[in-house]
């Protein structure tokens, strides 16, 4: 299974960017997928979760401004963040949860690659 991140890029301040993370591989169906960043210093944070039936969880510092949501039958996941700031400079990583095979009881966890977002005039 893997995680292909991609959209990543340099924004001005207020500009808007979207991020995709397609899995391919061994993928019966995905139940949770969500983002994560980690700026320079600092630790790994949520920015955001949705569930298989499309509820969503965003991180305070983002709520109102990104937006996650997914396309089942591609086994993709996107984040569409508007109005950026220099402060969502990070390293964006996608993971999901994954039934890989029809008799699979449980899910695996997987992570994309990173994508760089920078967010600077």
């Known amino acids: 299974v893997q995680l292909q991140a991609s959209g990543g890029g340099l924004v001005q301040p207020g500009g808007s960017l979207r991020l995709s993370c397609a899995a391919s591989g061994s993928v019966f169906s995905i139940s949770g997928m969500g983002w994560y960043r980690q700026a320079p210093g600092k630790q790994r944070e949520l920015v955001g979760s949705i569930t298989s039936s499309g509820r969503t969880n965003y991180a305070d510092s983002v709520k109102g401004r990104f937006t996650i949501f997914r396309e089942n039958d591609k086994n993709t996941v996107y984040l569409q963040m508007n109005s950026l700031e220099p402060e969502d400079t990070a390293v964006y990583y996608c993971?999901?949860?994954?039934?890989?095979?029809?008799?699979?009881?449980?899910?695996?966890?997987?992570w994309g690659q990173g994508t760089q977002v920078t967010v600077s005039s």
């Open positions: 993971n999901a949860e994954i039934y890989r095979y029809r008799w699979s009881t449980a899910t695996s966890k997987y």
